[in-house]
């Protein structure tokens, strides 16, 4: 029987730095009160704090998703917080995380610090604004990511993943 400590394969940190040009979803405002939700699985959900009145939040957050899989993408969900109604999406986006998990099962230990290990493309079939760089840097293996969020009008979060060993974990 596997555990579930057996199945993990470590953790991921996802920096959740900051949204740009949010759409407006409080109208009398002319603004919103966003928040990012992220997940890999229904059962593992993490949110960031609201912050009120900005459609460029900068939120510098860090986020710990456990991940069993790399095949699955990390879900991320945008919303406005609302007090006497449902919260208002804002738009979502998946992030890859499978190119990302490939190059920290590498040995990387000679490698020099600041150096780009691979790049992902915007595609059709991802969320990326922007070409994404996996680096090396002091010692860990981390991706800066734009996504641009869907089924919305307008919108992009910037990320930072960096993956964290569990000692024993499956590679």
């Given amino acids: 029987m596997v555990t579930a400590a057996e199945s993990l394969l470590g953790l991921l940190c ?47 957050e860090d986020l710990t998703l456990s991940i069993k899989d790399p095949s699955v993408p990390v879900r991320l969900e945008v919303y406005d917080k609302d007090t006497f109604t449902v919260d208002d999406p804002m738009g979502e986006a998946e992030v890859d995380i499978a190119p990302f998990v490939e190059i920290v099962k590498m040995s990387l230990k ?9 790049t992902v493309e915007p595609r059709r079939n991802n969320c990326l604004a922007e070409q994404s760089r996996i680096y090396f840097t002091n010692g860990k293996v981390r991706q800066d990511v734009v996504v641009r969020l869907r089924n919305v009008e307008r919108g992009e979060i910037e990320l930072q993943l960096q993956w964290v060993s569990i000692p024993g974990y499956r590679r």
């Fill in 14 to 60: 996802v920096r959740v730095k900051r949204g740009i040009n949010l759409a407006v979803r409080d109208v009398l405002f002319g603004s919103s009160d966003p928040y990012v939700v992220l997940s890999v699985s229904p059962k593992q959900k993490v949110k960031t704090r609201v912050i009120k009145h900005n459609t460029n939040p900068v939120w510098n």
């Fill in 110 to 118: 000679n490698v020099p610090n600041g150096r780009v290990i691979a």
